[in-house]
């Protein structure tokens, strides 16, 4: 039996059906971000980062800015911050392309790519300030206690 | 403030890489219109972060520090000339190593060192509908152009 607390898959929810769907404009990314990244633990531009080509988020249909915080190894959660992208905002401005991709084998429904700032260290050095750009003051969705 | 003699120092510990940690720390932190004091502290307190947290190649990073660096301190020098009043930027740690300088003060400019590629890439926005976006080798700096850049991006 699959035991998982994320929001959308209860026990009895079966991975195997999770399939690929449109995000719309309304929805929240959640993005983690690390203390390593922010020497005044302020959001800035450098904190926008893919890894393994993409930046990865989870969708907040599917998960909670505490439970993306939570899916680290549990020695890095001290480290770990949350911070919420608004889609219409990355799919407009940035012109990122954003792709639900559940994640099967770490049972995260929510998972999700936002793919296209690795691009060029030209391209990066400007989407990154796009990015920042979307709010006028960022706060945590989520942070250590 | 420095005398003649501290300033000159600082700089050319910067200029020839070798940075004394003992000189930073017991160097007190005097704000100079050239930034030398500032670029010197703000490594330091960048190079303990890092020390505390960073685990990848300390070594590359610590060129692209020292790329960054070498810039404050030389565009700085030029901007202390022409009088012009301009923030400090903020020395952040980035991906592949890198480093970024940045200006949050709206219009923005970003510019991000990696001594990996041996290039920096910036952008800056001058006005809602003019931009500057480019990348190119480190160390050559079209000084007049950054300072003028500077200058109208803090405008």
Same mark, same amino acid.
């Given at each position: 039996?699959?035991?998982?607390? &994320? ?10 059906? &999770? ?66 992208? @608004? ?20 049972? @995260? ?19 990154? @300030? ?9 706060? &945590?969705?989520?942070?250590? @206690? | ?27 007190? $932190? ?68 890198? $480093? ?56």
């Amino acid at each position: 039996m699959i035991s998982t607390s &994320w929001r959308g898959c209860s026990p009895m929810c079966n991975p195997e059906t &999770w399939f690929i769907e449109d995000i719309p404009d309304d929805s929240v990314l959640l993005y983690r971000v690390f203390r390593d990244w922010m020497p005044e633990l302020k959001v800035r531009p450098n904190v926008f980062r893919e890894a393994g080509g993409s930046m990865s988020t989870n969708w907040d249909r599917y998960s909670t800015a505490s439970e993306t915080r939570e899916q680290v190894r549990s020695e890095q959660l001290p480290d770990v911050f949350v911070i919420a992208l @608004n889609t219409e905002y990355v799919r407009k401005e940035t012109a990122l392309s954003i792709k639900h991709s559940p994640d099967h084998s770490l049972q @995260n429904r929510a998972h999700t790519d936002v793919f296209g700032l690795g691009a060029s260290r030209i391209e990066k050095v400007r989407l990154r @300030n796009y990015l920042f750009d979307m709010y006028e003051s960022w706060v &945590w969705a989520a942070q250590p @206690n | 403030m420095p005398n003649v003699a501290e300033k000159s120092y600082a700089y050319k510990e910067v200029a020839k890489h070798k940075l004394s940690y003992s000189f930073i720390i017991t160097t007190p $932190v005097v704000y100079t219109k050239d930034w030398s004091f500032e670029a010197l502290y703000r490594y330091y307190r960048l190079r303990k972060f890092i020390d505390s947290y960073y685990q990848d190649d300390k070594q590359l990073f610590e060129k692209s520090a020292f790329a960054a660096l070498g810039f404050l301190i030389d565009i700085g020098k030029r901007i202390a000339k022409k009088s012009i009043d301009i923030d400090y930027p903020e020395i952040l740690p980035d991906e592949d190593d890198a $480093v970024s300088l940045f200006w949050e003060k709206s219009p923005r400019l970003s510019i991000t060192f990696d001594a990996k590629s041996e290039k920096f890439a910036y952008y800056g926005r001058l006005d809602n509908s003019s931009e500057i976006n480019d990348e190119k080798v480190i160390g050559s700096y079209d000084f007049d152009f950054l300072a003028w850049m500077l200058s109208n991006v803090q405008s």
